[in-house]
């Protein structure tokens, strides 16, 4: 099992084989999900005390498993937040994945952590962050904004030297926020105050100022931060950061900026105004698997204060202690000081290596091209005579609506779409109705993608199949006009 044979050497050609194959189809097939019993089923038996052998279990998963997955860059799935690596990234996950460095301390894998660092320090300087900022990539954007709340706490319970150690922290947010914000406070044991987003989605000055003014002294004083989310992931809006900004400085309360989906516009001339205020940040968080063009799963999270995080999160046991120094101001950058985690891989990697290769600029332009497409999708919905735009895209997620649709018959052509290996685009809710939404990070999009999706939606999905005559026509008659077989 450890070595090398001949049998494993086929097994490794077929392995690279098979990836490489998988990077260059262009689209890959759509695909879509079975139940549990289809698969077991499909797959038979795969874990037998003998084992199946590798050639037997990789076939297993190119014929059965991979297709019962929807394929995340298939230029049409646009539900969610899709992902786009570049092939370089992808490429370089496979270099990763064969050497299988420790990426938790600087000890075992200074090399790795030296070049996740390095792209961390673009991310931050991106956003304005000071040359001290600094951080860690953690699975996404979830454990991302938890680690970011947890130093937050840590800070808002040593400043208050005792005082607070048993008191239940209140996060302020707006309720455009990703619902990991509440799953991190309720993980923390902490409460959530929303402020209502103003009827484009966003955070906004004047609602924020009101519910700070509604909050009585006892809940202001549980206060330890405010998470502004630069995209929010259900219609790709930015909060007004520079505001928060301002209350989060007059009150002494840490700001995290959310921006696991919407970071990446920081890199796009056309919307970086939209982001003001970024650089005031105490945490920032983006997801390279989601805008920045790397697989999953990766989500960059950066400090202003990285001693803050540090001290929030390190994790001491005798056989660490080896880890670092006896002055804590001489350890070295030990990645798992900076989140709720302790082993890791280096899951920064795959960004490092394609931004090496190809350069900032390239990511900035392709980005500003994910946005033309976004905006030219807008047109084509808001040309289109059976559907109706709802917001002007600020970002690069568009919502709209097919007027007269029920809610059964988004779903009904939404499963039609998937089913026929065209488009994934599911159905959410804004303002309490159900819409559709499509959010593009991928430069493969196209506006003629898009006008097809426009196109299907015609049709009513739940009506019942027209008669015979008026099914498609598939094949062109015979040109003798001879009868059909
Ligand atoms: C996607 C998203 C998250 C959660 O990120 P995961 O990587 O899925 O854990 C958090 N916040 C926002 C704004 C998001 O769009």
């Not at 091209?369 to 808001?382: G, K, P, Y």
């Amino acid at each position: 099992m450890h070595r090398h044979d001949p049998e494993l050497e086929a097994l490794t050609q077929a392995i690279v084989r098979y990836s490489v194959d998988r990077m260059r189809l262009d689209p890959p097939p759509l695909d879509a999900p079975r139940t549990p019993g289809e698969l077991r089923a499909m797959a038979g038996r795969t874990i037998t005390s003998g084992g199946i052998g590798g050639l037997e279990a990789l076939r297993v998963f190119a014929d059965v498993l991979a297709p019962a997955c929807i394929s995340v860059d298939h230029p049409s799935f646009l539900s969610f937040v899709p992902g786009a690596p570049t092939e370089a990234s992808m490429l370089f996950d496979l270099v990763l994945g064969a050497s299988n460095i420790y990426a938790g301390s600087w000890l075992e894998g200074a090399g790795a952590v030296f070049a996740e660092n390095e792209a961390l320090r673009w991310i931050a300087s991106t956003a304005g962050l000071p040359p001290e900022a600094g951080g860690v990539f953690v699975s996404g954007g979830t454990a991302g904004n938890l680690s970011a709340l947890i130093a937050a706490r840590w800070l808002w319970r040593h400043r208050a030297d005792g005082v607070h150690d048993r008191t239940r922290g209140l996060v302020l947010t707006s309720s455009g926020a990703h619902s990991s914000v509440a799953q991190a406070a309720r993980a923390m044991d902490a409460d959530v105050f929303a402020v209502p987003a103003d009827d484009r989605g966003k955070l906004c000055g004047p609602a924020l100022r009101d519910a700070l003014d509604d909050l009585d002294r006892g809940d202001r004083e549980r206060l330890f931060a405010c998470v502004v989310t630069a995209g929010t992931t259900n219609v790709g809006v930015v909060d007004d950061i520079a505001v928060t900004a301002d209350v989060c400085e007059e009150l002494g309360v840490w700001m995290h900026v959310d921006g696991a989906y919407g970071g990446a516009g920081l890199l796009a001339p056309s919307v970086r105004h939209l982001y003001a205020g970024v650089e005031r940040a105490d945490s920032f968080i983006v997801d390279p698997h989601k805008w920045l063009f790397a697989p999953f799963d990766s989500c960059a999270l950066v400090y202003r204060d990285p001693t803050v995080a540090r001290a929030a999160h390190t994790q001491h046991a005798e056989y660490l202690d080896v880890l670092r120094g006896a002055d804590p101001l001489d350890t070295p950058w030990n990645p798992s000081d900076y989140a709720h985690h302790l082993s890791r891989r280096a899951r920064g990697l795959p960004l490092w290596f394609s931004l090496a290769a190809h350069g900032t600029e390239a990511y900035a332009e392709a980005v500003e091209t994910t946005l033309r497409t976004a905006r030219a999708a807008a047109e084509v919905i808001d040309d289109a005579p059976h559907t109706e735009l709802l917001l002007d895209p600020e970002l690069s997620v568009v919502v709209f609506r097919r007027p007269g649709w029920t809610p059964a018959q988004y779903q009904a052509w939404s499963d039609r779409e998937l089913a026929a290996g065209r488009a994934f685009v599911t159905p959410t809710s804004w303002a309490g109705e159900t819409v559709l939404r499509i959010c593009i990070v991928n430069p493969l999009t196209t506006v003629d993608d898009i006008r097809a999706i426009v196109e299907s939606l015609v049709d009513d999905p739940c009506a019942p199949a027209g008669p015979a005559d008026d099914a498609p026509q598939f094949f062109d008659a015979p040109d003798d006009g001879g009868t059909r077989g």
